[in-house]
């Protein structure tokens, strides 16, 4: 049996599903979490389809996992007045609550969340055709990063909690709330990195709008409930619907304090504009991203090959800190090229549940015609595809393809693919991935492959003015999550790591007096009997 019979047979039989990966039937969610109540729907919806076919009597067929409502402009602005309402220009209860009520609210919220691990990591698999190894490495890190920010927000808070006496001048200096947030996660990571965003805007008191990903939407279902009774009535809306009919009316209504957005930096750009009062607008944002490889003719070639198979390819590739262009020198090109492509080959093809899976279907409909667009164009430019099966496709799957040489004349040199393709260009000079990282529109990450000091050193000190991360004879990546996550130019605007992104969704506020004897009598006053949320000395254990 050739590559593609076996390709063609990819796909599983209803009953050759194992039992403990099967959904609990389908998913119909005729409902959505809008001011403290789950408001039912009656109206329109999407229905989800799974990048997993099902081999029927009637051919292939893409598995129905359900359906969530498509919510209209009403329902997506009445979500957003129970936000602004919540808030109530800061003197909301959410917003003046205690940061240790706060976090007990967190904590609750975890517990239930923890409650429904099995679903949320079954519709991760089935919703985007994540590996079950790494669908349940995604819930866990995120319970790993929830419980990790209420650490840091204690940090901090105990920080806040004395008084500094500077000239003459008593204060007392705490982070607060910037009002309504706009969440919106990508699909990639549809639990982890939507809520490395929702979860710090939402500790820190901001009352948030949360629009699920378009695909990976009803993972989130499981969890509404969890929001509506962990927290106060109205600090957590979802709202569901066509980005283009819901998202652009809430921004236009200048009600919206700050957005944040894992996706394409056009799209952040259009909704930014669309805003009233763009001053006012703070943006956390996580964009477009052409991470590079520099592999020099002193680079280790086996550990290089390894670590941009893992950059390249893992979760096929669909990840903002892959490794999306390998800068190889011309020396090294051709054994690279034959090691990069054995490693490629040696890869498991299969379904999500199957142990030691790589490679699984995509969950985009549209992105099997656009990695072979790509290839054509690359095809047609001059490159090759350099590994045996290399682009070849059956249905929702696209089997990786490694492209050589590429130059400025392929989309692949400077669009995102975002997919299993890995475009190489050779290069004699160093001078030649510098620049094009210079000229490039993005700066997230690069990873440089020698065991040269005095290179690396070289290569280090100019890059690092280009990009936000080098990496050093390892893959490009974002953790671990106390580290920095941001990026240069077009890829992304403001910082994310558990500490940064406390500060991203808070704003410092101080309160000050001169430290005159009838001042500081007040002020121990207001201490003492502790009135103040704000002016305490209370400290969190």
Same mark, same amino acid.
């Given at each position: 049996?050739?590559?593609?019979?076996?390709?063609?047979?990819?796909?599983?039989?209803?009953?050759?599903?194992?039992?403990?990966?099967?959904?609990?039937?389908?998913?119909?969610?005729?409902?959505?979490?809008?001011?403290?109540?789950?408001?039912? /729907?009656?109206?329109?919806?999407?229905?989800?389809?799974?990048?997993?076919?099902? =081999?029927?009597?009637?051919?292939?067929?893409?598995?129905?996992?359900?359906?969530?409502?498509?919510?209209?402009?009403?329902?997506?602005?009445?979500?957003?007045?129970?936000?602004?309402?919540?808030?109530?220009?800061?003197?909301?209860?959410?917003? &003046?609550?205690?940061?240790?009520?706060?976090?007990?609210?967190?904590?609750?919220?975890? %517990?239930?969340?923890?409650?429904?691990?099995?679903?949320?990591?079954?519709?991760?698999? /089935?919703?985007?055709?994540?590996? /079950?190894?790494?669908?349940?490495?995604?819930?866990?890190?995120?319970?790993?990063?929830?419980?990790?920010?209420?650490?840091?927000?204690?940090?901090?808070?105990?920080?806040?909690?004395?008084?500094?006496?500077?000239?003459?001048?008593?204060?007392?200096?705490?982070?607060?709330?910037?009002?309504?947030?706009?969440?919106?996660?990508?699909?990639? +990571?549809?639990?982890?990195?939507?809520?490395?965003?929702?979860?710090?805007?939402?500790?820190?008191?901001?009352?948030?709008?949360?629009?699920?990903?378009?695909?990976?939407?009803?993972?989130?279902?499981?969890?509404?409930?969890?929001? %509506?009774?962990?927290?106060?009535?109205?600090? @957590?809306?979802?709202?569901?619907?066509?980005?283009?009919?819901?998202?652009?009316?809430?921004?236009?209504?200048?009600?919206?304090?700050?957005?944040?957005?894992?996706?394409?930096?056009?799209?952040?750009? =259009?909704?930014?504009?669309?805003?009233?009062?763009?001053?006012?607008?703070? #943006?956390?944002?996580?964009?477009?991203?052409?991470?590079?490889?520099?592999?020099?003719?002193?680079?280790?070639?086996?550990?290089?090959?390894?670590?941009?198979?893992?950059?390249?390819?893992?979760?096929?590739?669909?990840?903002? &800190?892959?490794?999306?262009?390998?800068?190889?020198?011309?020396?090294?090109?051709?054994?690279?090229? =034959?090691?990069?492509?054995?490693?490629?080959?040696?890869?498991?093809?299969?379904?999500? /549940?199957?142990?030691?899976?790589?490679?699984?279907?995509?969950?985009?409909?549209?992105?099997? #015609?656009?990695?072979?667009?790509?290839?054509?164009?690359?095809?047609?430019? %001059? #490159?090759?595809?350099?590994?045996?099966?290399?682009?070849?496709?059956?249905?929702?799957?696209? +089997?990786?393809?490694?492209?050589?040489?590429?130059?400025?004349?392929?989309?692949?040199?400077?669009?995102?693919?975002?997919?299993?393709?890995?475009?190489?260009?050779?290069?004699?000079?160093?001078?030649?991935?510098?620049?094009?990282?210079?000229?490039?529109?993005?700066?997230?990450?690069?990873?440089?492959?020698?065991?040269?000091? %005095?290179?690396?050193?070289?290569?280090?000190?100019?890059?690092?003015?280009? @990009?936000?991360?080098?990496?050093?004879?390892?893959?490009?990546?974002?953790?671990?999550?106390?580290?920095?996550?941001?990026?240069?130019?077009?890829?992304?605007?403001?910082?994310?790591?558990?500490?940064?992104?406390?500060?991203?969704?808070?704003?410092?506020?101080?309160?000050?007096?001169?430290?005159?004897?009838?001042?500081?009598?007040?002020?121990?006053?207001?201490?003492?009997? =502790?009135?103040?949320?704000?002016?305490?000395?209370?400290?969190?254990?």
């Amino acid at each position: 049996m050739n590559f593609e019979e076996k390709l063609h047979q990819i796909f599983p039989t209803a009953d050759a599903i194992p039992a403990q990966y099967q959904l609990e039937g389908e998913l119909h969610q005729r409902e959505y979490l809008s001011d403290g109540e789950m408001k039912p /729907w009656n109206g329109d919806v999407h229905t989800v389809l799974s990048p997993i076919c099902i =081999q029927t009597p009637n051919g292939l067929e893409r598995k129905v996992i359900g359906s969530y409502p498509l919510c209209g402009q009403a329902e997506a602005i009445a979500a957003l007045n129970a936000a602004v309402e919540a808030y109530d220009d800061g003197r909301g209860e959410w917003p &003046t609550m205690p940061v240790s009520e706060r976090i007990a609210c967190m904590e609750k919220f975890t %517990g239930k969340m923890i409650a429904r691990k099995d679903e949320i990591v079954k519709l991760i698999m /089935w919703e985007i055709g994540k590996s /079950w190894a790494d669908s349940i490495k995604e819930f866990d890190r995120t319970v790993e990063y929830i419980n990790a920010t209420i650490d840091a927000l204690k940090d901090l808070d105990r920080n806040s909690s004395r008084f500094e006496i500077e000239q003459g001048i008593i204060g007392q200096i705490r982070r607060s709330p910037l009002g309504v947030v706009l969440c919106m996660g990508p699909f990639n +990571y549809p639990l982890n990195e939507t809520f490395t965003t929702l979860i710090p805007a939402l500790i820190m008191g901001n009352t948030l709008l949360f629009k699920p990903p378009k695909h990976g939407t009803l993972l989130h279902y499981p969890l509404l409930e969890a929001f %509506g009774s962990c927290f106060p009535k109205g600090v @957590v809306n979802t709202i569901y619907g066509r980005g283009n009919v819901i998202v652009a009316p809430l921004m236009e209504s200048g009600k919206i304090n700050v957005l944040t957005l894992i996706g394409s930096s056009k799209v952040a750009n =259009q909704l930014k504009k669309s805003h009233p009062k763009v001053n006012r607008l703070r #943006a956390i944002l996580g964009l477009d991203a052409k991470n590079a490889a520099i592999i020099t003719d002193k680079a280790d070639l086996d550990l290089a090959v390894k670590e941009c198979v893992l950059g390249s390819l893992s979760f096929n590739g669909q990840r903002c &800190t892959a490794l999306k262009i390998l800068f190889v020198h011309s020396k090294v090109a051709d054994a690279f090229l =034959q090691k990069l492509s054995d490693a490629i080959s040696k890869l498991k093809v299969g379904m999500p /549940w199957e142990k030691d899976v790589f490679l699984t279907p995509l969950p985009e409909p549209q992105k099997p #015609a656009y990695l072979k667009e790509c290839i054509e164009d690359a095809l047609a430019n %001059g #490159a090759k595809i350099v590994n045996e099966n290399g682009g070849a496709a059956f249905e929702s799957f696209v +089997y990786p393809a490694v492209l050589y040489p590429v130059n400025e004349k392929m989309k692949l040199y400077r669009e995102e693919q975002f997919g299993p393709l890995i475009p190489v260009l050779p290069f004699d000079d160093i001078e030649t991935p510098i620049e094009y990282l210079i000229e490039s529109d993005h700066g997230q990450q690069v990873s440089l492959f020698s065991n040269d000091a %005095g290179e690396l050193a070289s290569l280090i000190d100019p890059l690092v003015n280009q @990009v936000s991360r080098v990496n050093i004879n390892c893959q490009c990546q974002r953790g671990p999550d106390v580290y920095p996550f941001t990026g240069r130019k077009d890829s992304a605007e403001g910082t994310l790591s558990i500490p940064d992104a406390l500060r991203a969704f808070s704003i410092r506020t101080m309160v000050a007096t001169k430290q005159t004897e009838e001042n500081k009598k007040l002020i121990n006053q207001i201490v003492t009997e =502790q009135t103040s949320n704000f002016l305490s000395t209370k400290y969190i254990f």
